[in-house]
């Protein structure tokens, strides 16, 4: 990794550790289990830095937290299970005793609703979230 592009990893670091800390404790209500959740999500994220998307203006934590309440308890669940804990659909279908074609449809019903309010908080667009680049 270059020296800009660690500057910016650390920047990234220093911005959501606290707000990614507290996410990860009221997930799991444990202060260990949540840093360690936090570390092993910057593990991932410096893993693959260079493919990390760069946006001109990204959606701020206040946001995406708006958005993840909007969605009901299972469908936070799912996707909490499936893009922070980074678990397979099967793995979340044993640990909610649910089939895998429910946590494919909550899954799908959860990223559609926050869709539409990131799409509402973002001025410049009215119909869609912009691609990041």
Same mark, same amino acid.
């Given at each position: 990794?270059?020296?800009?592009?660690?500057?910016?990893?650390?920047?990234?670091?220093?911005?959501?550790?606290?707000? +990614?800390? &507290?996410?990860?404790?009221? +997930?799991?209500?444990?202060? @260990?289990?949540?840093?360690?959740?936090?570390q092993?999500?910057?593990?991932?994220?410096?893993?693959?830095?260079?493919?990390?998307?760069?946006?001109?203006r990204?959606?701020?934590?206040?946001?995406?937290? @708006?958005?993840?309440?909007?969605?009901?308890?299972?469908?936070?669940?799912?996707?909490v299970?499936?893009?922070?804990?980074?678990?397979?659909?099967?793995?979340?279908?044993?640990?909610?005793?649910?089939?895998?074609?429910?946590?494919?449809? @909550?899954?799908?019903?959860?990223l559609?609703?926050?869709?539409?309010?990131?799409?509402?908080?973002?001025?410049?667009?009215?119909? &869609?979230?912009?691609?990041?680049?």
């Amino acid at each position: 990794m270059r020296a800009r592009e660690e500057g910016a990893y650390v920047q990234f670091v220093q911005e959501r550790h606290a707000g +990614l800390y &507290r996410t990860a404790f009221l +997930l799991t209500g444990n202060h @260990h289990t949540a840093e360690d959740a936090v570390q092993s999500t910057f593990v991932k994220v410096y893993a693959s830095w260079s493919r990390v998307p760069r946006a001109d203006r990204p959606v701020d934590a206040h946001t995406v937290w @708006h958005a993840l309440e909007t969605l009901s308890e299972r469908q936070r669940t799912v996707v909490v299970m499936r893009y922070y804990s980074d678990l397979s659909e099967a793995e979340i279908a044993d640990t909610l005793g649910i089939a895998p074609g429910t946590v494919t449809s @909550h899954a799908h019903a959860a990223l559609a609703a926050p869709d539409a309010t990131l799409r509402a908080a973002d001025p410049r667009s009215s119909d &869609r979230v912009e691609e990041a680049t």
